[in-house]
């Protein structure tokens, strides 16, 4: 181990070798069943393996079902009463649990092992480091299909974490069992602490003195792309839930990716949000990691139209995925396993130009050139950015951390709007059962004598809507509005506007226009049904009109 391999959190020297000298592996039926004796690999016979780091973190793993059953900050309990204090999933009630020891005793990697749904779970611990290094195997599909790794800690010593997630003391609830409202009519869901992938930053909970953080690292076996977001963090008022997400259905675009998944962390703190650090060296001691030098990359340049939007360049396929923000024209993606994979160019959110296929080698790097601009904006009027997102719009600055229905939302419903308003005053999404349909007033100082095309560019849809337009004498045909892609999840209400991004076009003739003030009422249809903000729905990215 080298000094750059130890975090900064790591305890001062005194401390560490009081601790050192006073800890270790717990017992000694313990530390003979972990294999310390020999440095070999195999099945435990006492009930759990515990690893003192000598550096004030200390946890244990259940030899039966490989469930984290303990884990210790400065000798204090941080998990939760009647939970577990870290597993995958919901936990197993059986394992196979293995473990071996490196470098004389100082580090250790302990194997849970579910050959029933072919899992397997790492722990990686080592001497004056508070921090637990996993990986997860996935083998085969899972049922349910949904890959986390979960700890539940001590919500009375754990106090600051995200306050949008916090649902103790709520009142009702609003949907699910995932969104809750408090009398104030704010709302709360652990939907609310996610971030985006590309953007993704140690999360967690803190307080007392101690701090447990999730480093998500790497996220290359991941599902959805760069900019994909799920559950972080929950305090639920019996314990505070901060988990790491490698797949789920919730609002999923790509399938679930077979193989090792990770390593990603948990690190114990004094409180302080834990530096970030490379975990390459792992590859060292967890079974089919792949070394930096074992992977590859990819370089180029990246060109077109963009309006000011950053870009960046993502690569897909069923070995990974990747992404590298474009500067000055270049861009590098590195760390990648050797592999064929789809690269797409993205302005904001919004992918475009056309998807090249790209294969990567060990020690080789791959080259692309990119290309694409967003759409062209209307000449007649254009509400929203074509990014991919509904940045602009009302409500779009609140919906990341508040249910449609919280209080501090602006009204969704209007009697009509007006193109001359802006963005900000046009909600961001329709709902068939709350704001269906919208009028939105616009002038013509003369009709085009072809008419005029209106884009409807949407980033997610649920339940099957979809924008469907009437003006005049015209009513839009189905087959302008074709069934969206059915990611079978919520969306908007779990937090999220990222889907699959579609664009509807309506060619409206020069007979159903007027000089003069206009009136488009575009409607939410739909073969389902549902309540309020769990009727149809889809979001905005931007609307444009033109001449036909």
Same mark, same amino acid.
């Given at each position: 181990?080298?000094?750059?391999?130890?975090?900064?959190? @790591?305890?001062?020297?005194? @401390?560490?070798? @009081? #601790?050192?000298? =006073?800890?270790?592996?717990?017992? /000694?039926?313990?530390? =003979?069943?972990?294999?310390?004796?020999? +440095?070999?690999? !195999?099945?435990?016979? %006492?009930?759990?393996?515990?690893?003192?780091? +000598? %550096? +004030?973190?200390?946890?244990?793993?259940?030899?039966?079902?490989?469930n984290m059953t303990s884990l210790k900050h400065d000798g204090t309990e941080l998990t939760a009463s009647g939970y577990a204090a870290g597993q995958f999933e919901s936990g197993w009630s059986s394992a196979t649990v293995t473990s071996q020891t490196f470098n004389s005793g100082n580090s250790i990697l302990v194997s849970a092992a579910n050959t029933s749904i072919g899992v397997t779970q790492y722990y990686f611990a080592r001497k004056n480091d508070n921090t637990i290094y996993m990986a997860t195997s996935i083998t085969k599909a899972l049922d349910p299909g949904e890959a986390r790794f979960i700890t539940r800690l001590n919500d009375d010593l754990l106090t600051t974490s995200p306050t949008a997630a916090v649902t103790d003391g709520a009142t009702s609830t609003v949907e699910g069992s995932d969104v809750f409202a408090f009398s104030s009519g704010k709302t709360a869901s652990k939907f609310y602490s996610s971030q985006r992938l590309i953007a993704q930053q140690p999360f967690g909970a803190s307080g007392n003195g101690h701090g447990a953080y999730i480093i998500p690292a790497y996220t290359d076996m991941s599902s959805g792309g760069p900019f994909f977001r799920d559950i972080e963090v929950n305090d639920t008022g019996s314990a505070v839930n901060i988990t790491h997400y490698m797949f789920s259905g919730h609002q999923q675009t790509e399938a679930l990716r077979l193989g090792l998944h990770g390593p990603y962390a948990l690190a114990i703190t004094d409180g302080e949000s834990p530096t970030v650090h490379s975990m390459d060296f792992l590859a060292s001691y967890i079974p089919g990691m792949l070394s930096n030098a074992q992977r590859g990359g990819v370089s180029g340049t990246a060109t077109g139209t963009w309006n000011g939007l950053g870009g960046t360049v993502a690569l897909a396929g069923t070995t990974g995925q990747y992404w590298g923000k474009v500067k000055s024209? #270049?861009? *590098?993606?590195?760390?990648? #396993?050797?592999? $064929?994979?789809?690269? $797409?160019?993205? /302005?904001?959110?919004?992918?475009?130009?056309?998807?090249?296929?790209?294969?990567?080698?060990?020690?080789? $790097? %791959?080259?692309? /050139?990119? &290309?694409?601009?967003?759409?062209?904006?209307?000449?007649?009027?254009?509400?929203?950015?074509?990014?991919?997102?509904?940045?602009?719009?009302?409500?779009?600055?609140?919906?990341?951390?508040?249910?449609?229905?919280? $209080? @501090?939302? &602006?009204? !969704?419903?209007?009697? &009509?709007? &007006? *193109?001359? /308003?802006?963005?900000?005053a046009f909600p961001m999404a329709e709902f068939k059962s709350v704001n269906s349909p919208m009028a939105l007033n616009f002038t013509l100082s003369s009709v085009p004598s072809a008419g005029v095309k209106l884009r409807i560019a949407t980033t997610s849809s649920f339940a099957g809507g979809r924008p469907a337009v009437t003006i005049g004498s015209y009513t839009s045909p189905s087959s302008a509005s074709p069934t969206p892609t059915n990611l079978n999840s919520r969306n908007i209400t779990r937090g999220t506007w990222r889907g699959v991004n579609a664009t509807y076009t309506f060619t409206v003739p020069a007979s159903a226009l007027k000089t003069g003030t206009n009136t488009f009422s575009i409607s939410t249809i739909s073969g389902s049904s549902g309540d309020t903000f769990l009727s149809p729905n889809f979001i905005f990215d931007a609307l444009a009109l033109d001449p036909a």
């Open positions: 181990m080298t000094p750059e391999d130890i975090p900064s959190h @790591r305890r001062p020297a005194s @401390r560490t070798k @009081r #601790k050192v000298l =006073a800890g270790g592996i717990a017992t /000694a039926a313990v530390l =003979a069943g972990a294999g310390l004796f020999g +440095g070999q690999p !195999w099945a435990n016979a %006492a009930s759990s393996i515990t690893f003192d780091t +000598g %550096a +004030g973190l200390t946890f244990a793993v259940n030899t039966t079902n490989g024209g #270049k861009f *590098v993606i590195g760390h990648v #396993k050797p592999g $064929t994979y789809t690269a $797409t160019l993205y /302005a904001g959110e919004l992918a475009v130009g056309s998807t090249q296929s790209v294969t990567v080698t060990a020690g080789g $790097t %791959a080259t692309l /050139a990119m &290309s694409g601009s967003v759409p062209a904006a209307g000449t007649l009027f254009q509400l929203g950015t074509f990014d991919g997102t509904p940045s602009g719009f009302l409500n779009a600055d609140k919906i990341e951390t508040e249910h449609p229905s919280d $209080t @501090r939302m &602006s009204s !969704w419903t209007a009697s &009509s709007y &007006s *193109v001359s /308003a802006g963005a900000s």
